[in-house]
């Protein structure tokens, strides 16, 4: 198959990368290629490759080592740790940019239809991450310089954009600093391409990314979208997993959270996965959300999924609702969700009267009972009607945050614990 297809490869008129694919297909239905990582496996992918090679570099491919009297080459040696190294070191527990949605460090694959709300939303994590908003769609989010790469939407857009959504929210657009947006000419966005023999290369737009990430450090990074960056065939599996393990380790390297939107393919949008055309799409990254069309009964109503977690739980349903300016939690149990940037604001409050009580030379105690800081700051004027209750949860997010520290004061006989700012 693959001599007989190499003189269509070369006079152009197969793709190298497709051929590839295809004999490793048909090798797969017929079980000729062993377990992963077999010597059956390897023959096979040099039989493929092979297909694209110039006829006198055709190599000789044999599928038993027996049936061939010349040694085979001599691999390196594996690698391997046991638990043992692990002894005495902390485990690095997973951090989330946007709280069981969109991990830090790695990618997660945004996909829905045109027009469903991708760009908006995507637009909403940026602003809530670098405006410090603390919540996106119902969860809570780390706060931190971004990038936003539109490769199609043009900048009045974007512009639009958040200027609409930081009205909704009550900012202004113009104080965000952290948020970065580059917008590439529409004939340079490819990230990488792929040559005559499926292999996939570094754009100049690529490693000037990567430099910038190095250099800024951002926490989110959100490129729009696969159909402007991937020069490829987006059914080669080889480099779909290629072009997504580049994304991968610029995200790992430097902790940042890279989101990369996508439209689904004809059966996904058809099935509802979001899956787009090659599911290595999907198997590649460790994330996936997805945003339904509009309700046929009702044109301002989409629905946001967690298709896939591999780091929580996958599954997440949120209801958005379109109110005129953007898109929000449908109902008054997501909206309740909402309640970050709420708590939040408790938490600024609990700090502003803790300041004051210091400033007045009368410290309040960490305990939970009457007469502790919850219950004092609620009967103070400046409080706003906040319950005692609010200000316990307050206290004990500012502890667990490390914002507030409990003191010791007063002689050993009578030592008292009072609350104080964290030392910076």
Not at 86 to 97: A, C, V
Not at 172 to 194: G, K, N, Q, R, S
Not at 396 to 406: D, Y
């Amino acid at each position: 198959m693959a001599d007989h297809l190499r003189q269509y490869v070369r006079s152009g008129s197969l793709n190298p990368a497709t051929v590839v694919d295809k004999i490793f297909e048909v090798a797969e239905l017929h079980g000729l290629t062993g377990e992963p990582g077999s010597d059956k496996e390897a023959a096979v992918m040099r039989i493929a490759m092979s297909a694209n090679l110039p006829l006198e570099l055709h190599p000789t491919v044999q599928f038993d080592s027996r049936s061939n009297n010349d040694p085979l080459p001599t691999p390196p040696s594996l690698e391997t740790k046991t638990p043992l190294v692990w002894k005495g070191t902390e485990l690095l527990k997973q951090r989330w940019l946007a709280a069981a949605r969109i991990p830090r460090g790695d990618l997660t694959l945004y996909s829905g239809n045109g027009g469903a709300g991708k760009t908006e939303t995507a637009v909403q994590l940026l602003v809530a991450v670098t405006a410090g908003l603390g919540d996106w769609l119902g969860c809570v989010v780390e706060t931190g310089p971004a990038l936003f790469l539109s490769c199609e939407e043009p900048e009045a857009n974007v512009r639009d954009r958040i200027e609409r959504i930081c009205r909704h929210r009550h900012i202004d657009p113009h104080a965000i600093e952290d948020l970065h947006l580059h917008f590439p000419d529409l004939e340079a966005t490819w990230l990488v391409t792929a040559d005559r023999l499926g292999k996939i290369t570094r754009t100049a737009l690529l490693q000037q990314l990567e430099v910038w990430i190095s250099a800024h450090r951002p926490i989110l990074v959100v490129i729009d979208s696969i159909a402007a960056v991937f020069d490829g065939e987006a059914i080669a599996r080889r480099q779909v997993r290629s072009f997504l393990a580049m994304l991968r380790k610029i995200a790992r390297e430097n902790e940042a959270a890279i989101v990369l939107l996508d439209h689904p393919s004809v059966r996904g949008m058809a099935d509802g996965s979001g899956t787009a055309n090659s599911v290595d799409w999907r198997n590649s990254v460790r994330a996936m959300l997805h945003l339904s069309d509009a309700d046929k009964n009702d044109p301002d109503i989409r629905e946001l999924e967690v298709k896939k977690s591999n780091y929580g739980r996958a599954g997440e349903k949120i209801k958005l609702r379109w109110n005129g300016l953007t898109l929000v939690p449908a109902t008054s149990a997501e909206s309740s969700s909402y309640r970050a940037a709420a708590e939040r604001d408790v938490d600024e409050l609990f700090l502003k009267l803790l300041d004051k009580r210091i400033a007045q030379g009368r410290p309040i105690r960490p305990s939970t009972g009457r007469g502790s800081a919850p219950f004092e700051l609620a009967g103070d004027p400046e409080a706003k009607g906040v319950s005692a209750d609010a200000f316990r949860a307050a206290m004990e997010r500012l502890f667990t945050a490390g914002r507030i520290v409990s003191v010791e004061t007063g002689p050993a006989s009578k030592r008292r614990k009072h609350i104080e700012r964290a030392p910076r």
